[in-house]
């Protein structure tokens, strides 16, 4: 078998493991010099790739790149950015295949989630379609939780930890505070269109440290009667009121309501943000005193409360991608599959890339309370072992050491721009 | 001596470390059965004493109150109150006298604040004034840092690493993503009246790390030109800019950016919360993409990523105050006294109330950069030892473990109430 390189790319919204992912692939091709060449790896992902803007990982010494094991956020850069089709926008595939032949690429590893798995799939055609013979495996990362097949993706299981953690934390404040202060507290978390995280705050309560819980899932819309009144409830009867709201919460219209604009508790528009918005709405309708917060970047990036769980998963798809690519199996993607849920056990199999592309997993209506406002026994199976373990990165004055790698380039071989 | 019981009970904002104080307090007494009796607390602070709901600690196991040591918030709940002085309202004091005549109070610790070191210091005079023998010891604690005499406040050291780690995190995630989306990021932190928060968010950018970071202090006012031409020099030089901005944020004409109302940058009135505004700014003025953070309750709880400088502190501060009360020193506070910076030292001494009461320690300017933006190597050389250390609490199934004490009420023994 003639050695090829490989090329790796970081897409879409970054995760306190994805490095994880990218260190597995690394090492794992550098077991295999003899057929894998040097790994590249995209700067700011697929626009690094068109621009032929790459960076030689094999520049970076083993102890750096083992250092990726406790970096959050994309040690690459990633991107926001999605390919048209083959037929629609033939010039940028074009484009790849003159990049990939210049650096003789053989491999591309691509690491992201729903978008990600569509743009991997049609480099995945390169070789029918257009003659350039690749091999593009797809491997999975979306802290959303929202990729088809695979029992989970790498990235939710340490929001979860975080979301449940944290909102347990501000439970224990809330309920100091109560008598005299603070009634409600509301934690906006992420997740616009599939409420897996926010059933993950969910675990903030349970049999040994109960917690008077709401959540507000972007699957169930808005009914605002019965959530003042289930709050009211929680409120008489523990004191206090701990409620998880996904950012993509929707109204009754089916509107998002942190866009809803005016329709916000004082009839002014919002800056974004529904955690406030619900807070206010708690305070003017039942007059109980509110603290909000709005984690955003700090769930996703919050490296320092990793689950164990999820970096060992993150390491395995990125260690199976390479393995597959070497098997010559072409559009497919590593999937975590469970086979057990006490004790619980998985293992890596490999789902066809036409079948994770662009299908959006949701959560489904059997995790989800009769109320709505609640996760069942079977919620709860599903994602508590996703959150367990720690994995503590080093600390170094007080505050985690993180890496940042060299990233130097690879020097360009093309004459030709390519605009992104 | 004569054996008598004693008081303690929790004020204001809680931690995610005065349960270790807490727990210093009761193991100490403990150490000296024979001249300190019960240790009774009040159920959410004075109010628990005022309306004779004491809890009686000694219903408690060496276990649970160990457990106090990794445990956030109040475990006996705290409250928002501020006593009158004797002489305008006599009334409470002469309750409280009956409350402590009639369960043998002699001394009483007061775990607090600002607010509460000034309450302290009012019952400290009860037997002066009021011919009712006790020794009222204050026992440090506010994330706000703003005591003086005391080089630092317990509470404070977790909140410093808590938010200096979360800036870090969430500038890795930034520098990711700034290629195609978010430039500018914005995390809102606590401190409404002194900065020590907001340059504990300094910490995450250093040498080894560097961050391009902008920090808006309570003790400067807001100037908009200069704070925008500042983000746009970094995202011009970086590819993004992190914003630290404390809750307590003026602006020019010296009122609350967060409650100025109707002055965001879209002329609507805020649901509260700077972050969410300035981070608004910048996009209608810089057309930079953003995201902010809101920490909330999240910062002060997180005991999961406490400061061991900060869980030694608390202890201590504990221990103290029950040697100096057996010792009979009232009316004093014990205080962190730094005696070496390099290598980090501290020893506890005793402050005299009078001198804490009221007084509120505010950042000092040389502590804050000639631009207004930063923090200086003296800021620094302070806040960086505080931050040391890792003390991570237990964890089951994935989540921290907390304890909730079993609080067994201390039988009344007045027929009459008190309305607080």
Excluded at 267 to 288: C, D, N, T, Y
Aim: glycine share 8%.
């Amino acid at each position: 078998m003639t050695r090829r390189n490989a090329l790796y790319a970081q897409s879409g919204g970054v995760t306190a493991v994805i490095n994880v992912t990218a260190c597995a692939v690394i090492e794992t091709a550098r077991l295999h010099r003899q057929r894998m060449g040097k790994v590249y790896a995209g700067r700011n992902g697929i626009i690094g790739v068109l621009s032929e803007d790459l960076i030689d990982t094999s520049r970076e010494s083993a102890r750096s790149i083992a250092a990726l094991m406790h970096t959050p956020a994309g040690a690459f850069g990633s991107c926001r950015y999605k390919l048209a089709s083959i037929d629609r926008d033939r010039a940028q595939y074009e484009r790849l295949i003159e990049v990939f032949r210049a650096h003789d690429i053989g491999y591309f590893f691509y690491n992201g989630g729903n978008d990600s798995a569509d743009t991997c799939l049609k480099v995945s055609q390169l070789s029918e379609r257009m003659g350039y013979p690749i091999i593009a495996v797809h491997v999975p990362k979306t802290v959303d939780n929202d990729l088809p097949i695979t029992d989970c993706c790498p990235g939710f299981g340490s929001v979860a930890k975080y979301v449940a953690t944290s909102m347990r934390e501000a439970a224990f404040d809330v309920a100091s505070m109560a008598k005299t202060s603070t009634r409600v507290f509301v934690l906006e978390v992420m997740g616009r269109h599939a409420g897996w995280i926010t059933a993950a705050v969910g675990l903030a309560d349970d049999e040994e440290t109960p917690v008077p819980l709401v959540l507000l899932f972007p699957e169930i819309r808005f009914d605002e009667a019965k959530f003042l009144a289930k709050v009211d409830a929680h409120v008489r009867e523990f004191g206090y009121c701990c409620v998880g709201v996904s950012e993509g919460l929707l109204n009754a219209e089916g509107k998002l309501m942190a866009e809803a604009g005016t329709t916000d508790a004082f009839g002014h528009a919002q800056l974004g943000g529904v955690g406030p918005l619900i807070a206010a709405l708690v305070k003017s309708k039942l007059g109980h005193k509110y603290h909000w917060a709005v984690a955003d970047y700090l769930q996703r990036a919050a490296r320092h409360l990793a689950s164990k769980t999820d970096v060992l998963q993150s390491y395995a798809v990125g260690k199976a991608a390479v393995e597959f690519a070497l098997a010559g199996r072409n559009a497919v993607m590593p999937a975590i599959l469970r086979t057990s849920d006490k004790p619980y056990r998985w293992k890596i199999g490999a789902a066809p890339l036409e079948e994770v592309a662009n299908f959006e997993k949701k959560l489904p209506r059997g995790y989800i309370s009769a109320d709505g406002f609640g996760i069942t026994a079977k919620a709860r199976a599903y994602l508590e072992p996703l959150v367990r373990g720690e994995d503590y990165p080093p600390y170094r004055n007080g505050l985690p050491h993180y890496t940042r790698l060299r990233n130097v380039a690879v020097p360009r071989r093309l004459a030709t721009d390519f605009k992104v």
